[in-house]
């Protein structure tokens, strides 16, 4: 029987020392403040078994990671309905999403790149009394933790400087593709993507999708079918125009965030979450990415 | 010798009962007001002889006639420095123009389409001391008419509904390639649009680049130099992804605008100006094309 | 427990009186030939049982299903070395994919779009003594079937008038990503997608990637890895730009072709073959998706 | 008076110390033998003057040049007929022409690109009894001259590295832009290009486009309208994506060939050549660029 607590705390050690650590995002100012140094890994075993090494219980900046969350709302809220304003599609692209949009007709590749995910939150803006406080009592709901929260000087940062965001939210509603404002969407997913939490609270958070729908306290949010959905959304997705080579190399479905958060889960089993600020090329946790191959590597679990 | 004043009074003639006339631009609501059977023709000989023929002294909105405008002074501030911000070549694609800005890093193809103008009105917000009073000055100068003004209406409409121009402002921003503020600049860029002008008016005011520079009243605003760069520009970047189409037909420098005018010239010639709100599948005013053809035709003036 | 029996040959009765079939593919002219009505099922499962309904022991032309079986030879031959000559990324793009071979350099978005199939036949035309002879034996090898065999007036068919893949493979050669002569790898190209072989022996053939790289008769031709990745490839890349849909619909690794095939798998679990010549319009079998996905629906059989 | 004689030795003397010079076109084989020192001028002026200075009657490698050629003969046999099978738009894409192709369903931008001009050399095929010898003849009949002829050396060494060009006509097969055989259309392609002229020879061939369509002896070879096209169709693409710039700098129709040459031309007044191997980043040659745009600005002859 695999020993997940001595495998997790190798890899952790391993890699600590590791002289390349890629480079901390500095687009989103208050993102750049971030210790390269810092890295955790935690896993929730749905047996109900956790591991951990490192900086695991540490907050941090969630970014693109909410988009997974995000996404499951809408789900449940719209269900297949969701489809005609995105698609599923990998977007290939690294070099112009905006560019695809734009051939597409305002129909964004998938729910994980940023248009897409604007898209989603404005189908949030639309559903929600409240939106920013709505979702963010969602989010602790399925995570069991009502302690989370949103870091509003990251939001404000953004704002200042998401001009691309603006860019994607103005052609979306060139397109009528965008309902509300897109001042008032971009509040919304600017704070959505500065949600912070630590390692053990994402992975008790994505627990719902590795459990058919249902929460780390049994309670169901999405039904069986939008779970598997959302995982091969993420599998085919989640790591921008690298994510071929994670499904290749890691064979998990999983999602990243440039604040150097990566989630990764294998339905039925568990759900393992890393943290190191340091980004690869392609804007991807370098650690976080090594940590995962090496896991799925030593333990030959993955989907495939 | 051409006997102008019944050419251009026969091309009227011809074309004003034509059936197919184009549809009236609908995308800025205040300009769908339009009327499809205005049709006006102004010719500005050099040796001071003016031609004309329908609504030629009625005012239109401009549009993107007055980039030449702005492009002119942003030339007259910067000379070649303005090179490093815009290039100057033909844009071809007619489909997808900010996933060329996306491609370019930022550099817009050419001053004459909208990522390029927008660029060229952020200099001016930077140069101008009150930039919309500054360069309706400027307009009002070389066309020797103090008369000339913006339509506000147009403009606010354009505001509220230019969300493909906020989408390249704020691209532009994201590749540090706008100084000002988006809402700045684009407040500046769509007064600047919304000048309103007759077919006469026009023709004057581009007196100065058939002149080498010098206005109607003979003073120098531009060296002999940029005038004809200027007139280069409009040759192979004047009609969007029509360029070609129309150096290949009518054969002279010239720029359209989605309010339905177009205005032509032969250096040391004349300058030609038509109107007619009707427009055809790329954008350009569907009579005053084939008025100018026919004008090039008969004649046989062109630069060529 | 699943009675698979009865939910085949219930998918099987359901779909097969579908008014609409999807249009059998014309461009080779060979194929235009098949009969739309044709439609077979089989599914091998690891456990020995076999299951099937109507045509599925009739021979078709497997088409683009040979270039996983290449593609597993190659990855034999060279293991990662493969990839500095092909990517693993999703293509994205429906409609140009020689442009991504351009702005990509030549190096092809993954091995099982055209161009990069044709750069893994370019290795095994390098690899082999005698290319066409020695690949057939491998596919009769990993089948356990000595009688599979290549269709040459298919493979004449489609040389006749394969005039994008002689397009691709000069594109490649120009970058310098082809060793051989365009029409020795063309030539083995075309045998290898006119394979001729039925869903039973398809489906024993891809007993191989489901069997962590040991074939049918429990011999080892890719080690666990290399199946692993070979199963990625396919979940992210396997049914061109409509993979998404695919992983998000079905849930399994799997691969199509224009002569109507698909195949399927789960690993550990199952092969499943579906053979119906008409297509929809993303150029995958209509009724062998819609087939598949009424199965992982009722059986909740897949990899999320 | 302007003393042409004095401008042009002048300009030769300032350049040909130039110690950058561009790198001699490497592609084709044969070409790459060029002496990176050569240069020449020469001046055709309509009223029968000619001046020259350096290598002006030395011959070299026209290629690109002649698609002017091959088009001025395929619009003399099909007139506008031709316009259905490529366009007359600039390409502007410097790094894809390929793509564009693909996205325009096989319609090249225009004919003086890659894929246009082999469209017209298809045209040629159909039109021509003997393809080669009655181009030469067409061409040596405009030049005045009985002495022009192929380098079939040049000509083979492209037959076996022009991969790119292959690609092009063979997506133009898959689209049905082309109704010979890729290999016959290539081989005449591939021999109009190695055409081998001096600069004198090429500015009195190009005559015919400045006097209106009557070639140096006088004899009408198309019509006024169709000369004012191609010197439209130059003026707007005659050098691939610096076509803006050289309209913006030199303001002169005019088309360059990698083999180092480049005619410009003012129409009704004279056609000016110059040859110097050296090519710049955008393929043009680089002296060649800096002494016409020397010219046109000391002269303040250009068609703006």
């Not at 190798?10 to 971030?34: D, F, M, R, T, W």
Request: proline share 4%.
């Amino acid at each position: 029987m695999l020993d997940f607590n001595t495998i997790i705390n190798n890899i952790h050690n391993n890699l600590k020392h590791n002289v390349v650590k890629g480079v901390v995002a500095s687009y989103i100012p208050e993102l750049s403040k971030q210790d390269v140094n810092s890295f955790g890994i935690f896993m929730q075993h749905m047996d109900g078994r956790t591991f951990q090494a490192g900086d695991a219980e540490v907050p941090f900046s969630i970014q693109s990671i909410s988009k997974v969350l995000s996404l499951s709302k809408a789900i449940a809220f719209e269900d297949n309905n969701l489809w005609t304003r995105v698609d599923v599609e990998p977007s290939g692209n690294p070099f112009n999403h905006l560019s695809l949009l734009e051939l597409e007709n305002g129909i964004p590749r998938n729910p994980l790149i940023n248009a897409g995910a604007i898209v989603v939150a404005d189908i949030l803006c639309s559903q929600f009394k409240n939106p920013k406080e709505d979702f963010l009592q969602y989010v602790r709901d399925i995570a069991n933790d009502q302690t989370i929260t949103y870091n509003y000087k990251v939001a404000e940062s953004e704002r200042l400087t998401g001009f691309n965001n603006f860019a994607a939210a103005n052609l979306l509603k060139s397109f009528d593709n965008l309902n509300n404002d897109v001042d008032v969407v971009l509040d919304f997913y600017f704070h959505q993507c500065a949600l912070e939490m630590t390692c053990a609270q994402i992975a008790k958070t994505f627990y719902v999708f590795a459990n058919s729908g249902k929460c780390i306290n049994n309670i169901p949010h999405i039904t069986v079918s939008q779970a598997k959905r959302i995982n091969a959304i993420m599998l085919t997705c989640g790591f921008y125009d690298e994510s071929g080579e994670f499904a290749f190399e890691v064979g998990l479905p999983g999602k990243s965030g440039v604040g150097g958060g990566i989630v990764a889960l294998l339905p039925n089993h568990f759900v393992l979450t890393t943290w190191a600020p340091g980004l690869n090329a392609k804007g991807n946790s370098l650690l976080g990415m090594q940590a995962l191959e090496q896991f799925t590597t030593q333990t030959n679990l993955s989907v495939f």
